[in-house]
């Protein structure tokens, strides 16, 4: 069975700087990646995916993350955070031909002045 | 376009009591997924219905909880009898296909307190 790591529980950093937050999976089989995102008192969204073809894939909003395959991660990076990315950051995998998503633990990312 | 819709949005009930949610997901979307929540914790997937046939039910506990998708449009799950660890959010959502590039769409969820 497949799981996802997100060893970080909690992420701070102050506005204008560099974060990543970190995703490890195990899957013996071809995986499909996602990270979702949860603002405060709102649903989960899709932030971005990974299904096939370029490694690296970006979000709208400035947020990237790289499918490393030897390394079985999918890291989710912002060169330059803004306040209004405090969030929660779910990292997922799917494996096989359906669509059921397995999450990390999530990580708590808190954007200061 | 409308999201997925829950409701309620918070419920407090006593353990051994029941419970029952409601999700009414994007229109035209034949995947309806409920998930469970709890606090520190990553969403766990309970049950996914295409249409109004279950597709995947292993993780949810059928002693005591239940779910219908008449019509294979709305849902509702429901909890009989509650007990203390049953306190989650409980999240639905909603997707046009059964494949992994179909994104899935999440509504606000309920929070349920259970004491």
């Known amino acids: 069975a497949q799981s996802v790591t997100q060893l970080d529980s909690q992420v701070p950093v102050f506005e204008e700087a560099p974060v990543e937050l970190r995703c490890n999976y195990s899957?013996?089989?071809?995986?499909?990646l996602f990270w979702y995102v949860q603002y405060p008192n709102q649903g989960l969204q899709l932030l971005l995916k990974y299904l096939s073809g370029s490694t690296l894939v970006e979000s709208i909003n400035g947020f990237e993350a790289e499918f490393n395959k030897s390394q079985t991660s999918f890291h989710l990076r912002k060169p330059s955070v803004h306040i209004s990315d405090t969030a929660e950051y779910f990292c997922a995998v799917v494996t096989g031909g359906g669509n059921k998503l397995t999450f990390g633990t999530g990580t708590q990312l808190k954007v200061e002045l | 376009e409308a999201g997925v819709a829950q409701s309620p949005r918070y419920k407090i009930i006593e353990k051994r009591q029941s419970v029952a949610f409601w999700c009414n997901p994007i229109?035209?979307?034949?995947?309806l997924y409920w998930y469970q929540q709890i606090l520190g914790q990553g969403p766990k997937l309970l049950i996914q219905f295409q249409n109004n046939g279950v597709v995947d039910d292993s993780q949810l506990p059928k002693d005591r909880f239940s779910a219908e998708r008449l019509k294979g449009v709305d849902s509702t799950l429901k909890i009989q009898p509650a007990k203390l660890e049953d306190s989650a959010v409980y999240l639905c959502?909603?997707?046009?296909?059964?494949?992994?590039?179909?994104?899935?769409?999440f509504g606000p969820g309920t929070r349920l307190t259970v004491t």
């Open positions: 959502a909603s997707s046009p296909g059964t494949g992994a590039g179909y994104e899935q769409y």
């Open positions: 229109s035209g979307h034949a995947t």
């Open positions: 899957s013996s089989v071809s995986v499909y």
